[in-house]
């Protein structure tokens, strides 16, 4: 069974940093690139971060362009995402989720429960 | 720029049929999207991809109830014989060259 088991989130200040990890099972995790996808509160679904199954591209959304990072350990079957300059309208549940395989960018086939990131001072 | 336009409400009885609509903009009627339920308190799950030629793939475990179609620049949803844990919200997603495009979502009512 696939599983995606996001952790990391909590509360932080404006301006501060969080590293955000999906730990993946079920599935041989090497072989698939991998995603992040925020909602905010009571908001629709906004699309984060890919990163390629073997690491050589990496795509941001705008909004989160030259702040957000994201990276993978394929031996570890676990995907990151590292936040930096966090800004208030950052707050949002963040969801890990896998594209299928072969694709590149494109659409997710299983998703993650989420953690939940708030910034506030 | 790509746009995905979804209505934001729906509601249909228990036992009856509805149908959801995600269109594409201009200019980009060729494009496949996927379909994606959320229930409430829960993270997405998806359902489907839907190619313009109304050709589908559901994912693992999704019941024949929900099936896919399309029509010129809409995608359509199509959920048969209402449940009550089909009471949630559907988001449509594409993607073009380096991003990732959902739809606003709506939220499906089981009267």
């Known amino acids: 069974e696939v599983q995606l088991v996001e952790s990391g989130g909590g509360l932080v200040q404006p301006g501060g940093s969080l590293r955000l990890s999906c730990v993946a099972t079920?599935?041989?995790?090497?072989?698939?690139?991998m995603n992040w996808v925020r909602q905010a509160p009571g908001k629709g679904l906004e699309w984060v971060a890919y990163?390629?199954?073997?690491?050589?591209?990496?795509n941001y959304a705008d909004s989160v362009k030259g702040r957000f990072t994201v990276s993978r350990d394929n031996a570890k079957n676990s995907v990151h995402l590292q936040m930096h300059s966090l800004r208030v309208e950052d707050t949002a549940l963040y969801f890990c989720?896998?594209?299928?395989?072969?694709?590149?960018?494109?659409?997710?086939?299983?998703w993650g429960q989420g953690t939940l990131v708030a910034v506030s001072s | 720029q790509l746009v995905l336009t979804q209505s934001p409400s729906a509601s249909a009885s228990l036992g009856a049929s509805v149908r959801l609509t995600c269109t594409l903009n201009?200019?980009?009627?060729?494009?496949?999207i996927a379909w994606h339920q959320q229930q409430p308190g829960k993270g997405p799950r998806f359902l489907m991809k839907?190619?313009?030629?109304?050709?589908?793939n559901e994912g693992d475990g999704i019941p024949h109830r929900f099936s896919g179609s399309s029509s010129g620049a809409e995608r359509y949803l199509t959920i048969s014989r209402l449940q009550s844990d089909d009471e949630a919200d559907y988001f449509c997603?594409?993607?073009?060259?380096?991003?990732?495009?959902f739809g606003g979502g709506t939220k499906v009512t089981v009267l």
């Open positions: 989720a896998r594209t299928p395989y072969g694709s590149s960018l494109s659409f997710f086939d299983y």
């Open positions: 079920g599935f041989r995790f090497s072989d698939y690139s």
């Open positions: 990163i390629s199954f073997g690491r050589t591209t990496e």
């Open positions: 201009s200019g980009h009627s060729s494009y496949a």
């Open positions: 839907v190619n313009s030629d109304g050709s589908h």
């Open positions: 997603q594409t993607w073009v060259n380096d991003i990732v495009i």
